[in-house]
């Protein structure tokens, strides 16, 4: 039961141009979303969150959109740069009383950015 | 401010054995949990511990188990390991049980010969 689907295992952009990495949820008890980034031989950076009672969070080139009614959320990085190439995981975490703060991922985007 | 810290970072081990993962967490944290990497696939959660206490556990069997300390570092024990554990382990700490925001460190990758 994949509660948290990333569709696309792929995406390639080119620099300078708009990165949009897509994420679909089922549980409609998750509140609280993350984006995380993955180099290989690392573990996943935080990278930007969003709460359920917004629409939208900024932060520099990234900003995270949710759609509640379509259980959507994506990430728009502007511009793309070659340094953001890497896989790139969608996070879900809600129903605090009954399982703690844990994350449910994605399956993860690889992002290649052509320079 | 030091970050999540694991250790080891690489791990080769046979089919029946045991082998321990330690986790340091990052400055001020009381929160540690333990993830489940596979190739090719999201990190899978295995356990979270709160204050010395298992607070939530993921889908996986009982020879999975772990402690955290006074100082709040941690550990994941697995016994009785199989192939399909080999996996990355992924550790990260969050600033207080309920916050959702967990800063993970750079793994231990374990395999299961």
């Known amino acids: 039961d994949q509660q948290v689907k990333q569709n696309s295992p792929s995406l390639s952009v080119q620099e300078g141009r708009i990165s949009i990495l897509n994420c679909d949820y089922t549980?409609?008890?998750?509140?609280?979303f993350l984006w995380y980034k993955k180099y290989p031989a690392e573990g996943p950076t935080f990278l930007i969150s969003?709460?359920?009672?917004?629409d939208k969070n900024e932060d520099g080139r990234f900003t995270v959109f949710l759609n509640k009614s379509a259980k959507h959320l994506s990430l728009h990085i502007v511009p793309s740069q070659p340094g953001d190439s890497a896989v790139y995981f969608c996070?879900?975490?809600?129903?605090?009383?009954?399982?703690?703060?844990?994350?449910?991922f994605g399956e993860g985007t690889q992002l290649t950015v052509n320079p | 401010e030091t970050g999540v810290t694991q250790s080891p970072t690489h791990l080769i081990k046979t089919r029946g054995q045991q082998v321990t993962l330690r986790c340091s967490s990052q400055?001020?944290?009381?929160?540690v949990s333990w993830y489940q990497q596979a190739l090719g696939q999201g990190p899978q959660f295995i356990f979270q511990y709160y204050r010395e206490e298992e607070n939530g556990r993921g889908n996986f069997p009982p020879r999975f188990s772990g402690l955290q300390f006074p100082n709040y570092s941690s550990e994941l024990n697995v016994n009785a390991l199989e192939l399909d554990d080999s996996a990355l382990y992924l550790c990260?700490?969050?600033?207080?049980?309920?916050?959702?925001?967990?800063?993970f460190g750079p793994g231990t990758r374990l395999l299961v010969l």
């Open positions: 549980n409609s008890m998750f509140d609280y």
């Open positions: 400055s001020g944290h009381n929160t």
């Open positions: 996070a879900a975490s809600g129903g605090r009383e009954t399982s703690g703060s844990r994350l449910t």
């Open positions: 990260a700490s969050s600033l207080r049980r309920e916050q959702e925001t967990q800063y």
């Open positions: 969003i709460s359920s009672i917004k």
